[in-house]
């Protein structure tokens, strides 16, 4: 297990993020979607971290030519998407494996998809019961609840399904399944969650729209998609850890470049707001995404804040917002987010064994925890194999300095994690 320690930092800092790394929803979805296309997509800035490397690979295993410099990657289509000799590893990464089953259940074959210990640990039925109501053939571990999951492609019937849960990749898998079926299909969620795949779809062409009773509409396709071109903006969710490191050092500040400005990407930075940190956003750009910098300046001490609203929108980044939860003043309270017990780790779980190391006291619920503002003490805090745990209490380390066990996952995501924060402070593995 490689461990890492995190030097409390000297004082305030400057920080401008011109490499955070490229956002990790989009390059998952581009490394996809090309295979829909019959002409050579072009995209920049792909993120070059294991999981979405991993989606890239199984473009190549179905019979795609991938050519890739840096994070520059041509993907031609092939004619006909082929049966793979061997089986799909999505890594750690449940948005490959939860979105390729959709593509994966219309198509010709035989696929088995895989992942690492944790991603064979995370629950599957939530996309493999209603691809299997409309046709699909998927079986795996506790009746196809667990992976690896072995996926029969074939012909698949129209749908009207209205989630029970508000999930981007549940979504996702349902929209490219429903690209394949007979008829007109309708899905509903009651909270939109990411909508990254149904801008880029139909920013390829697709016939992907919302109707006035709230359902997305999808049209089979008829004819290839257009290829993608898109320059993947930075991450959001990555560039948020060096939020959090702004908002709690006084008189720091951080400036992202080139990050997605998407509604439903920004919600945990709309919360860093609410207490009290001063963020700013400058759009540059709207194509496919809308895109610019966000300019995060540390405001004085952080007040407590209740989050129940928009869960979806950033359940990536409570851990992260955790940090700046556990140094505000009062008590913070998450409800509403029991959906963080399935992800990497049970987040709820790992997040606050790793504040009650650092002396804070916290409250577990269910759906969500309290947490009771304080002052942090270096600790040494578990990831489990989480990439976000290990971020946000390396980014803890700071304000207290901190030991990270099990730091291997950073990589997953956000290889250069390390090089940003070492501008901050001092490491040592």
């Known amino acids: 297990m490689i ?8 004082g305030a ?9 490229p956002d990790k929803s989009i390059s998952h979805r581009c490394a996809m979607f090309s295979l829909l296309s019959d002409k050579p997509s072009s995209i920049k800035n792909f993120l070059l971290g294991e999981d979405t490397l991993a989606s890239l690979s199984i473009t190549e295993q179905l019979g795609a030519t991938v050519t890739r410099e840096g994070g520059d990657v ?19 990464a449940g948005t490959g494996m939860r979105l390729y089953a959709g593509l994966l259940s219309g198509i010709k074959g035989h696929f088995i998809l895989t992942g690492d210990k944790y991603l064979r640990s995370r629950p599957m039925k939530r996309v493999a019961d209603p691809l299997r109501s409309i046709g699909a053939k998927i079986d795996g571990r506790e009746d196809g609840n667990l992976a ?24 996702s898998a349902l929209i490219l399944a429903g690209l394949q079926a ?48 898109i320059t993947v903006p930075a991450d959001p969710s990555s560039g948020f850890f060096f939020a959090i490191a702004a908002a709690i050092t006084p008189d720091s500040k951080t400036v992202i470049k080139n990050v997605t400005l998407n509604p439903t990407r920004i919600e945990a ?8 940190t001063t963020v700013n956003y400058i759009e540059k750009e709207n194509i496919y995404e809308p895109i610019g910098d966000i300019e995060i300046i540390y405001n004085g001490k952080l007040s407590g804040i209740t989050i129940e609203k928009n869960i979806a929108w950033l359940i990536d980044e409570l851990p992260a917002l955790a940090i700046a939860m556990a140094v505000a003043n009062g008590t913070s309270v998450v409800k509403n987010a029991k959906e963080l017990r399935v992800k990497e780790s049970d987040r709820i779980s790992t997040v606050l064994e790793g504040l009650k190391a650092c002396g804070i006291e916290t409250i577990e619920h269910e759906d969500g ?8 003490h270096s600790a040494t805090a578990n990831s489990y194999g989480d990439h976000r745990i290990a971020m946000s209490f390396a980014i ?34």
């Open 182 to 229: 007979d008829k007109t299909s309708y899905y509903k969620e009651d909270l939109l969650s990411r909508d990254h795949t149904e801008r880029m779809l139909k920013g390829m062409g697709a016939r992907v729209e919302t109707n006035q009773d709230g359902y997305i509409e999808i049209e089979p396709l008829k004819e290839p998609l257009k290829p993608l071109n």
């Open 74 to 92: 041509k993907i031609v289509p092939p004619k006909k998407l082929t049966e793979p000799s061997d089986i799909l590893d999505c890594g750690n």
């Open 396 to 429: 803890a380390g700071v304000l207290c300095g901190m030991e990270i066990e099990d730091i291997e996952c950073i990589d997953t995501s956000f290889p250069n994690f390390f090089d940003i924060l070492s501008q901050i402070t001092s490491i040592r593995n």
């Open 3 to 10: 461990k890492a320690t995190i030097a409390k930092a000297n």
């Open 13 to 21: 800092f400057k920080l401008v993020c011109s490499d955070i790394a």
């Open 148 to 171: 690896p999951l072995a996926i029969r492609g074939g012909e698949l019937k129209a749908f009207r399904y209205h989630s029970p849960i508000d999930s981007a990749q549940v979504k």
């Open 369 to 376: 925890y309290e947490i009771i503002g304080g002052e942090l």
């Open 269 to 276: 930075y709309k919360m860093l707001e609410k207490m009290g």
